[in-house]
């Protein structure tokens, strides 16, 4: 390996840093992938000469705009909304809305730049891109999350179309929003494009699965990397962090799997069950009453309810699947998750562990999953979901399903792949990142300085 790959890498870092200053997420992002590409742009240098990963690490468009609304009180509110249309090589611009108080370009940057490699690692034709708000669903009513969304999409709909760019739901925005925001565009565009969102209802284009998917997923790929090293979820203790869409249905598949998730999480803090989950009662609390797991020990005396998330990394376990938010695990954390026992990490949020983190379970030997690889699924089958859009067609549960399984199981065995032919056997952080940056800088090649 020559110093002129690390040393490129380190400038090219530096400049990204000066450049977008007070991005600490997307620093983050950008190091982790830069880290990754040493091997792989020593041995290809001409990705150098061809600026590759600068123009990569660019988006190719960013949109902020104002979002005017009333609330119930006819009092005005005003929000700030994001669109980061990063690269749109391999496709359309492809991924999520976030609607959550902590949202600013920093955090939609880094969300964008890792869709990049994460919509490349599917094998499907889709491109990088974030988006969202600072609005905060949280305690507002229908009608204000409809009067939002409606304003939201008001700005968005000239950026967005089902062959330019598509969003789905990520962190507060799930059915309802996206509802509102699809009836919005077509009322505004006078036209059924059922492709330009995914994540709709199954009345009016949706996919079976969807919902599903990214938990699913994440499970799919863990089980193919567990069978990998002779393991399974079988008989295993599972800590699953968050209890939203991706967490529900992880610990559904690991149920299914005939593991036992014994922990979950919300913002507020994490409930211990030694008998475990039952999943039932979460989805009550969660995604019907829309309350506090706090309320999970009242229909369960025997679990414990603890304040403050973090300490469910403190919980011994085989497996912990993090599925709330980026670096909810650092480097004690995962010294603590380690001590403990635990042998198995998957990423079903995305980034949920810091560097530092990531670092202390390769160098232990604990199998680990990386998000952009891992959580997938979601993303995937939203484009399936765009597929049957484009056909005009509905597949059936199982067929989507198998379709899911097969991109998971087809992750890991690139990303996996990619590690051993550059020399990091079993680092699917590097495998991962490679494998989806090698799709997209030939496809840049390919089209020239654009």
């Not at 939203?244 to 690991?254: E, R, S, W």
């Not at 979460?282 to 603890?306: C, D, F, G, N, W």
């Amino acid at each position: 390996m020559t110093a002129n790959a690390k040393q490129y890498c380190d400038e090219l870092y530096a400049r990204v840093v000066k450049r977008n200053a007070n991005e600490p997420e997307f620093h983050q992002s950008v190091q982790e992938v830069l880290e990754s590409l040493v091997a792989v742009l020593d041995k290809h240098p001409e990705y150098i000469e061809l600026g590759i990963m600068e123009r990569i690490a660019e988006p190719e468009r960013q949109i902020i705009f104002r979002v005017p609304w009333a609330d119930d009180t006819g009092r005005i509110q005003v929000n700030r909304g994001f669109r980061v249309q990063f690269s749109s090589a391999i496709g359309p611009y492809k991924g999520g809305l976030r609607f959550h108080p902590s949202v600013n370009v920093g955090i939609i940057k880094f969300l964008g730049f890792e869709q990049i490699f994460k919509n490349s690692l599917t094998g499907l034709p889709i491109g990088g891109g974030k988006g969202g708000s600072d609005f905060d669903p949280k305690g507002k009513s229908d009608a204000e999350v409809m009067r939002f969304c409606q304003s939201f999409m008001t700005e968005l709909y000239r950026h967005i179309g089902q062959d330019i760019d598509v969003p789905a739901g990520d962190i507060g925005v799930g059915g309802r929003e996206i509802g509102f925001l699809f009836g919005q565009y077509k009322r505004i565009g006078n036209t059924y494009e059922a492709g330009v969102l995914t994540g709709k209802g199954l009345t009016y284009g949706g996919s079976l699965v969807r919902t599903q998917a990214t938990g699913y997923g994440l499970v799919y790929f863990m089980d193919e990397m567990l069978k990998a090293k002779g393991m399974s979820f079988a008989g295993k203790n599972v800590l699953v962090s968050g209890s939203g869409n991706v967490a529900i249905y992880a610990t559904d598949k690991v149920h299914q799997l005939g593991g036992k998730v014994v922990a979950m999480s919300d913002s507020n803090g994490y409930v211990y069950d030694a008998n475990g989950i039952n999943l039932a009662t979460i989805k009550q609390i969660k995604e019907v009453e829309r309350r506090r797991i706090s309320e999970y020990v009242k229909l369960h005396p025997t679990a414990e309810y603890h304040v403050g998330w973090e300490g469910i990394w403190t919980i011994p376990c085989d497996i912990a699947l993090p599925c709330a938010t980026q670096n909810e695990i650092n480097e004690k954390d995962a010294e603590t998750l380690v001590k403990n026992g635990c042998k198995a990490v998957g990423e079903g949020a995305n980034m949920p562990t810091t560097l530092e983190g990531t670092r202390v379970f390769l160098e232990r030997g604990v199998l680990f999953g990386p998000a952009k690889a891992a959580n997938a699924g979601g993303v995937a089958t939203s484009a399936l979901e765009m597929s049957q859009n484009s056909m005009r067609l509905a597949w059936t549960f199982e067929e989507v399903d198998a379709k899911l399984k097969t991109i998971m199981v087809n992750i890991y065995k690139n990303a996996s792949m990619a590690a051993e032919e550059y020399g990091h056997k079993d680092n699917l952080v590097v495998g991962a990142n490679i494998a989806g940056f090698i799709k997209v800088a030939e496809a840049m090649r390919a089209q020239g300085l654009v």
